[in-house]
């Protein structure tokens, strides 16, 4: 009896998606809830189970067609069993091995298309490359790391002597590869490009900028770290601290925490703070739920739940819903500062940057001190430029002074 693979429901507002992966090949056993196929949104990437044991009688949708909701995909023969190939009447293997085949440079239909096409493109042995994607295939991004760390098509042997034709001033090394590369966007870079764009155009960003002295909050992280790691099974970041800052200078100040409908302003009253996390296709913004009613050590542990589930593709789309307000850290990177774009319909996004001994004059002296730059970029449609520079003011002087937090003050 054959078996409809449909594609599921995927989450509130997305209909469609396109099939960057099968794992199986028509005539392939599987085991039901294998992974069959993977399906990328414009949001995340879902895997496809197999609703039952069998072989996979038919693959109906191709890598890179879009699907939507509830379309068949392909079939499973239930309780069939995979034949042996084509030819082999003698099922006992010979003694000896086939002789091994030269690279053609081509990779299995099972490699999602961009990173086919590169390894096509430059005649790579797959083999030779390492994947990090999910259950070690190779992504992109592994082919192209692979291709900067030296790896690629070899090159050809230069001749003894150079043409005496061709001054050696002008002689120059061949480059092994392409000199272009194109690939096509996936669904997520598309979305992020369209948000960021329809951002821009749909809001009256403005964005304020502070320093903030991080001695205090170091000081303080470096005394209790060890404790609190030992006590909750969690290491003691800065972002706890800054997620429960914000969430005190939301109280303050309430637009900030608000967005635009239509012509009405809709006030929220609860704290989901969406925490910009990059991951292996880019950045995503997860939400720590009610993160006023979460300590320190709670959001620390839902943060970096949230933060394995990105690193390992498995972030889903109720993961990612419905936040009040953003924090960005760009100074795990090395950002020195930067002006945030908000991710509608929030009406603000906090900007963290990297840490920097600088001099300073504290008490009329000049000292050094670990600084920060804090950047807040926020909809001036609804948010007066006064609010949000005492906003940032807020929560410069709560992690200036951490016991501020802790009596809410």
Known sequence: MA???????????????????????EGDAVKVDEVLAILETDKVSLEIPAPTSGVLKSISKKVGDVVHVRDIIGAIEEGAVASAPAGSSNPTP???????????????????PAARKLIEENKLDASKITGT?????????????YMEKGGGASKPAASATPSPEIPKAVVVSANSGPRETVVPMTKLRQTIANRLVNAQHTAAILTTFNEVDM???MDLRNKYKDKFKETHGVGLGFMSLFTKAAVAALKAFPAINAEIRGTDIVYKNYYDIGVAVGGP??????VVRNADLLSFAGVEQEIARLAGKVKDGKISLEDMEG???????????????????????????LGMHNIVK???VVNDQIVIRPMMYLALSYDHRIVDGKEAVQFLVKIKEMVEDPTRLLFEV
């Not at 010979?94 to 999602?112: M, R, S």
């Not at 296709?281 to 997860?286: A, D, F, R, S």
């Open 3 to 25: 078996i409809e693979i449909k594609v599921p429901e995927m989450g509130e507002s997305v209909t469609e998606a396109t099939i960057s992966a099968w794992t199986k090949k």
């Open 281 to 286: 296709k880019g950045l995503v913004v997860p």
């Open 358 to 360: 600088r001099a300073v």
């Open 323 to 349: 936040g009040t307000f953003s924090i960005s850290n760009g100074g795990v990177y090395g950002s020195m500062m930067s002006t945030p774009i908000l991710n509608p319909p929030q009406s603000g996004i």
């Open 215 to 217: 001695s205090p909050i």
């Open 133 to 145: 994607g999910r259950n070690g295939q190779i992504t992109k991004e592994d082919v192209i790391l």
């Open 94 to 112: 010979k003694a000896e091995a086939p002789a091994a085949q030269p690279n053609t440079g081509k990779v299995n239909e099972e490699l999602p």
